[in-house]
């Protein structure tokens, strides 16, 4: 029995190699289109989380606001500005039965405000003015654009939003509603 063994001819070398490069080249030009695509999903859910964990922690907030452990004095909860883009809290923290006042060296009282696009927070504050605010988020990442609360009753509604900063255009909102058992 004989074997006949036989090459590629050039045509079709030539051939396969033309198909090749067009294929090549396809993917070549898809790719970083989908490395952008990519790397803009990951800002966004970096965005979500960035977000949802600022939600979290004044959600956290305002639930222990009004929290006393005895006879405590004043406004728990105040809602500052006209856009109610700034919170004031107090809670008896170390359940003394009393809350320390913005002077106490372990104050009870709580801030929250909308400032230059980032969202900030400072113990021992009893207005939304002043230094020395904490950004809540890193400000070369995350830009909020809105932040309000407001209260009806007991319930109180927080309003979220944000961007990221290297792309501006990709944008999130959030929106809780809460109970106050302590107010």
């Known amino acids: 029995m004989r074997l006949s063994s036989r090459g590629f001819t050039l045509l079709e070398i030539l051939v396969a190699m033309a198909i090749g490069s067009v294929l090549l ?5 898809f790719l970083p289109m ?5 790397l803009r999903l990951l800002v966004q859910v970096q965005l979500q989380e960035e977000l949802l964990q600022i939600m979290h922690r004044l ?4 639930r222990r606001a009004g929290y006393c452990h005895g006879e405590c004095v004043g406004n728990a909860l105040e809602i500052r500005a006209p856009a109610g883009d ?14 320390r006042g913005p002077a106490a060296a372990e104050s009870d009282f ?4 909308l400032r230059e696009e980032k ?3 400072q113990r021992g504050v009893a207005s939304c003015d002043g230094r020395n605010w904490e950004s809540l988020s890193d400000p070369r990442v995350l830009g909020i654009s809105d932040f309000r609360v407001q209260r009806q009753h007991q319930q109180i509604r927080i309003t979220l939003g944000g961007f990221a900063r290297q792309w501006p255009q990709v944008t999130y909102r959030l ?6 058992e302590n107010l």
């Open 59 to 62: 959600e956290k907030a305002l």
């Open 110 to 113: 709580y801030g929250y405000r």
């Open 175 to 180: 929106e809780h509603w809460l109970t106050a």
């Open 119 to 121: 969202l900030e927070m």
């Open 34 to 38: 989908l490395q952008q695509q990519n």
């Open 25 to 29: 080249l396809t993917a070549a030009r």
């Open 86 to 99: 700034c919170l004031l809290l107090r809670w008896d923290e170390s359940s003394s039965g009393r809350w």
